[in-house]
């Protein structure tokens, strides 16, 4: 039987990556003006990129050979003015956006982990209130306390069902299957008689 390779090696424990939620202060550009580029700015519906081409390997080179050829030989090869000067202003206009868009996206990325901090700070607030109505509830034995907050009870009540069914089903997911268990394989009739075992005869 050939050797497990795995076997007498001990299986490392996957480490958990840490997820660290300090906020830090966002010390970036927040004045961006983005006037000069609105006559180049569009929007595309869902799915609308798919298709467009978009710059290939080699593209540098090319753009350097039009700009030596097209002036000399373009009009020879049947390249107008007017269609490389349309590659040109594309080639202008893209580089202004690039050079604009790193500081959009990360402003952009600043405010939606900025809403994301805030609203998880709401929601731990409404859970202090919900702790605060129930505790007084229990403490003055009186939950009639509890009949103005119906909606804010059930809104956390809810928020902690799904987190322990999610725990639950997260728990079931980590589980690893149960190997099925092997079947026996029937002895052959060559195998008996190899072992000095013949069956009676009748029987």
């Not at 050829?69 to 893209?94: E, F, K």
Request: proline letters at 7%.
């Amino acid at each position: 039987m050939a050797a497990n390779p795995t076997a007498g090696k001990k299986r490392g424990k996957k480490m958990e990556t840490q997820v660290v939620r300090a906020p830090a202060p966002y010390e970036g550009t927040v004045k961006i003006d983005g006037t000069p580029l609105v006559s180049l700015l569009v929007e595309l519906g869902k799915g609308a990129r798919k298709g467009l081409r978009t710059a290939q390997p080699g593209l540098d080179e090319v753009l350097a050979e039009l700009a030596a050829a097209v002036p000399t030989a373009g009009a020879a090869a049947g390249v107008s003015q007017t269609l490389y000067q349309g590659v040109v202003t594309d080639s202008t206009n893209l580089t202004a956006l690039q050079q604009a868009a790193p500081a959009v996206v990360k402003l952009g990325e600043v405010m939606v982990d900025s809403q994301a901090v805030i609203e998880d700070a709401r929601e731990h607030k409404i859970m202090k209130i919900a702790d605060a109505i129930k505790s007084t509830a229990k403490h003055d034995k009186n939950p009639s306390v509890k009949t103005p907050f119906k909606k804010t009870l059930a809104y956390v009540a809810a928020i902690a069902d799904k987190a322990v069914k999610t725990k639950a089903a997260n728990k079931v997911a980590a589980t690893p299957a149960a190997s099925p268990a092997a079947t026996p394989a029937a002895a052959s009739p060559a195998a008996t008689s190899a072992g000095g075992i013949t069956p009676a005869a009748g029987h």
